[in-house]
């Protein structure tokens, strides 16, 4: 794209605010985990990106039309309140997506409705969260968002997420993490839907800086240049369309 791609970064901000979690969200996260995303895409990117946040305690989870009909590209970003998100907001997006807008659904998102919807299947994993270390090896090196990235990216502490990971098979996958039990996981995902791109990225538990590292904002960086629109998109879901007759036959030919 010419212009900047406009990010919304919408984030679910309940560990942000809940009693249980928010002093120590506020020592990791003092802008919140949404804050800290669009914060390392706006230091990697600069003006190739117009970046702002949407919370799901916002009216229509801060995703109004106005929102959507001016995003290039969304994040996501869910854990603990997924069944609480409106169905029709989810609706808009998933037509957004179909349209041509790009999404990356991340870490937990994996759960979210938008993610299951537009992978038609139940999304579940295994997980144990026990502060492991996280190699995410680079498995498509000349794929665009693996570009810049080191082979592997260690996080020194994060959940673990395991094989089986019941997604479709992806159009590309990207990354592969490991972990300190040994298990392995699909962690880099790139699918096409419609007109739009999604890709699916693992790390970045609410328990843990993920988001601060430079590394994982790189991917993200990425992540969003890759799935944005072609400049001429119309961001209209394809639909069943009534063809007119022929214009040429057989006898005119």
Known sequence: ?????????????YHERSERDRDAMAERYPEGMHGAIAAGLTRVLGDRVEVRTATQDQPEHGLTDEVLDSTDVITWWGHATHGDVDDAVVEKVHQRVLGGMG???LHSAHFSKIFKKLMGTTCSLQWRNAADTELVWTVSPSHPIAQGVPH???????????EYFDIPQPDEQVFLSTF???EVFRSGCCYRRGKG????????DQDYPVYH????????????????PEDNADFVAPAV?????PRFDRGNA
Not at 199 to 204: A, E, I, L, V
Not at 213 to 228: K, Y
Request: charged share 15%.
């Open 103 to 105: 999404i990356l659904v």
């Open 241 to 245: 369309v009534d063809m007119p007759a």
């Open 152 to 162: 592997p990216i260690v996080i020194d502490e994060q959940e673990m997420y395991g």
């Open 1 to 13: 794209m010419n212009s900047p791609i406009r990010v919304t970064v919408w984030g679910e901000n």
């Open 197 to 204: 791109r999604v890709f699916y990225f693992s790390p970045g």
């Open 180 to 182: 300190t039990g040994g």
């Open 213 to 228: 590292h430079p590394d994982i904002q790189r991917v993200l960086a990425n992540a969003v240049r890759w799935a944005a």
